[in-house]
């Protein structure tokens, strides 16, 4: 059978259309078909789509929408179910989102999704910059800088008291108090000066 050419298609489907609307118009009921095909019209499709998707990844496409927001959709009680020989019935999907207030855009905008993967190709770069900052030794570890602060405070509290407790009470004994006061803080001073130099 050779193929049809899309325009002698439109104007044969366009016809279709308008007997359709005279049938209607007489009182005729409308086939499961058309109503689907209505519907997508109605929905702003051309009217040429399926009635029926064979899988979700072809519901996807007539739908407009990402194969994640089917899945997701699905998961909602009262969506379409699938029919017994596994299609899905498009008519149904476009009135379950009409009625949901779905979009049919769900897949993600141009703009949104190069937005997305500039974001990740960033996130990635920063990534591995940090890795390379760490490999040169630009960052210590949390533990190595609680160890060693933990020596440094060690050793600080080590050389203030045999300062208070060893060298100035001779140095104090027989002193008024400003004068021990005034030595004690020249000791203080002495002290936060080499912690200072990193002594």
Same mark, same amino acid.
């Given at each position: ?61 007539? +739908? ?67 890795? +390379?900052?760490?490999?040169k030794g630009e960052y210590v570890p949390n533990e190595e800088v609680r160890s060693r602060w ?16 060893n060298e100035l009470p001779p140095i104090l004994s027989g002193l008024d108090a400003v004068r ?14 080499? +912690?200072?130099?990193?002594?």
């Amino acid at each position: 059978m050779e193929q049809i050419p899309p325009e002698v298609a439109r104007k044969i489907l366009s016809r279709d259309f308008g007997n359709l609307i005279s049938r209607v118009q007489s009182g005729g009921k409308l086939s499961r078909g058309e109503r689907s095909m209505l519907q997508s019209i109605a929905a702003g499709s051309s009217g040429n789509d399926a009635a029926s998707a064979a899988s979700y990844h072809e519901l996807a496409e007539i +739908l407009g929408v990402s194969r994640q927001a089917i899945h997701a959709w699905k998961k909602m009680g009262d969506s379409p179910m699938a029919s017994a020989n596994g299609t899905h019935d498009v008519a149904a999907w476009r009135e379950f989102m009409a009625r949901k207030g779905l979009k049919g855009g769900a897949a993600l905008a141009p703009d949104e999704e190069s937005a997305l993967r500039a974001r990740k190709l960033l996130a990635e770069v920063m990534e591995r910059e940090f890795r +390379l900052s760490v490999r040169k030794g630009e960052y210590v570890p949390n533990e190595e800088v609680r160890s060693r602060w933990a020596y440094h405070v060690g050793q600080a509290v080590s050389l203030l008291r045999k300062r208070l407790e060893n060298e100035l009470p001779p140095i104090l004994s027989g002193l008024d108090a400003v004068r021990i006061r005034k030595e004690l803080s020249l000791a203080i001073d002495e002290f936060a000066a080499l +912690l200072h130099e990193g002594q």
